[in-house]
């Protein structure tokens, strides 16, 4: 099984959508799939806050236009990508220690269903390493 | 395979992913190719362009046989054979 590996340094809904894509295209494909959940990125995975949508980092003027317009397109929040991902193939989910003390969570449970526990930078450069596919969001 | 082998082909299963976009019809096909037989034919309905892409390079790789596409009135009729 093809391995990906994802770091994942926006916790923006556009940057986070593009993630979930990615993870269910992998999906289908059968890769196994490691995400890294680093710094800004975290806020998005405190319990709660899966469901904000106040930030979009590119074409922030077009904020509202973009929400409407993946509504009506009938796309997933990125939480639901993630969560298809999940059912499709083994996807790990790690938050970085630091990024989320930055936010506020310091165990597991202070994080969305999705996360399966927290991580250093180590682990994180050796996935990207041993990974057959590495991207950086 | 030609058009008129599309249209006549028994189809065991259809998958109408018409309401998704990219990648959900690939998804939508993954779930279901998973019911079907060895050698049994699904029929996947995808008002997607990036789905008519995706199909056939996802069959090669999974090991399924591609057997075509028709283009409909807003759609694509995808024809693929589980291996």
Request: hydrophobic share 40%; charged share 25%; net charge negative.
């Amino acid at each position: 099984m093809a391995k990906l590996t994802i770091g994942l340094s926006s916790g923006s809904i556009d940057k986070l959508t593009g993630a979930g894509v990615m993870m269910t295209g992998a999906a289908a494909d059968d890769y196994e799939i490691e995400v890294y959940v680093l710094l800004t990125a975290a806020r998005a995975f405190i319990k709660g806050n899966e469901t904000l949508t106040d930030s979009v980092v590119e074409y922030p003027a077009h904020r509202e236009y973009m929400i409407d317009k993946l509504n009506e397109l009938n796309t997933p929040s990125w939480y639901e990508f993630f969560e298809q991902a999940k059912e499709f193939t083994d996807v790990k989910i790690y938050i970085c220690s630091l990024a989320g003390k930055l936010w506020g969570g310091e165990k597991k449970e202070d994080f969305v269903d999705i996360v399966d526990g927290l991580c250093g930078i180590g682990q994180y450069l050796d996935a990207a390493n041993e990974a057959d596919l590495h991207i950086n969001i | 395979m030609e058009t008129s082998e599309l249209n006549n082909l028994s189809v065991n299963k259809t998958v109408d992913a018409r309401g998704t976009a990219c990648p959900g019809p690939l998804l939508e096909a993954k779930k279901a190719i998973g019911g079907l037989g060895s050698g049994e034919i699904m029929e996947l309905l995808s008002a997607d362009e990036g789905t008519r892409v995706d199909v056939p390079k996802w069959c090669k790789k999974q090991g399924h046989e591609y057997l075509g596409t028709l283009e409909e009135s807003g759609y694509f009729r995808i024809f693929l054979k589980k291996s």
